[in-house]
């Protein structure tokens, strides 16, 4: 494979979308583009990998028949639900937390399916168990969370004043987050 072909390759490898010959042209400069791309579609008949022409644009692609290795592997990213999400910011604001203190804090009960979604996400994990009647389990975040969420640790939480900049409290958050905030500083 000659230089100009190498270099036809490179720029159709680092492309985020299929390119025309015109395209290809404008970044590798003189060279007949159409011979290049018929050299690297011989050398890579057969691989794992294809180079491939569709509606005038060239890309590279995974070959057809190892498609279904790609597909086994994929993971899915999955949306919180609202209740997922309010579960995860109380227990991480005010961790070791009951089951009774999420609902308390959140004014509804809680599905257990709500905990096991985010305990499958790795977010939560079980803390012990509260020293009260009925003993009750505790959960807090894990390691996982603090990483997915780029925080070194839990102090690195976005405070009040955060929330607001970032236009993530309407006037009723704010004033229940505030009373949250104050009677843990007068349990402390």
Same mark, same amino acid.
């Given at each position: 494979?000659?230089?100009?072909?190498?270099?036809? *390759?490179?720029?159709?490898?680092?492309?985020?979308?299929?390119?025309?010959?015109e395209q290809i042209a404008a970044y590798t400069g003189e060279g007949d583009v159409e011979i290049?791309?018929?050299?690297?579609?011989?050398? $890579?008949?057969?691989?794992?990998?294809?180079?491939?022409?569709?509606?005038?644009?060239?890309?590279?692609?995974?070959?057809?028949?190892?498609?279904?290795?790609?597909?086994?592997?994929? *993971?899915?990213?999955? @949306?919180?639900? @609202?209740?997922?999400?309010?579960?995860?910011?109380?227990?991480?604001?005010? *961790?070791?937390?009951?089951?009774?203190?999420?609902?308390?804090?959140? %004014?509804?009960?809680?599905?257990?399916?709500? &905990?096991?979604?985010?305990? *499958? !996400? %790795?977010?939560?994990?079980? !803390?012990?168990? @509260?020293?009260?009647?009925?003993?009750?389990?505790? $959960?807090?975040?894990?390691?996982?969370?603090?990483?997915?969420?780029?925080?070194?640790?839990?102090?690195?939480?976005?405070?009040?004043?955060?929330?607001?900049?970032?236009? &993530?409290?309407?006037?009723?958050?704010?004033?229940?987050?505030q009373l949250q905030l104050e009677s843990e500083d007068e349990a402390d």
């Amino acid at each position: 494979m000659d230089e100009f072909a190498r270099a036809v *390759e490179a720029t159709l490898f680092a492309s985020e979308i299929p390119l025309t010959v015109e395209q290809i042209a404008a970044y590798t400069g003189e060279g007949d583009v159409e011979i290049a791309l018929g050299q690297l579609s011989a050398h $890579y008949e057969g691989h794992g990998i294809e180079l491939v022409e569709r509606g005038g644009r060239w890309h590279f692609q995974t070959a057809p028949d190892l498609a279904h290795i790609l597909r086994r592997e994929r *993971e899915e990213p999955r @949306r919180l639900s @609202r209740a997922a999400t309010e579960t995860l910011a109380i227990i991480a604001y005010h *961790e070791p937390v009951s089951r009774a203190e999420i609902e308390a804090i959140r %004014g509804v009960q809680i599905s257990k399916g709500t &905990l096991d979604v985010l305990m *499958e !996400a %790795g977010w939560v994990k079980t !803390a012990g168990r @509260r020293e009260a009647p009925g003993r009750p389990l505790l $959960y807090a975040t894990t390691d996982d969370f603090l990483t997915h969420f780029g925080l070194g640790s839990r102090r690195d939480l976005p405070g009040i004043e955060d929330l607001k900049a970032a236009g &993530l409290l309407d006037p009723l958050d704010e004033s229940m987050f505030q009373l949250q905030l104050e009677s843990e500083d007068e349990a402390d």
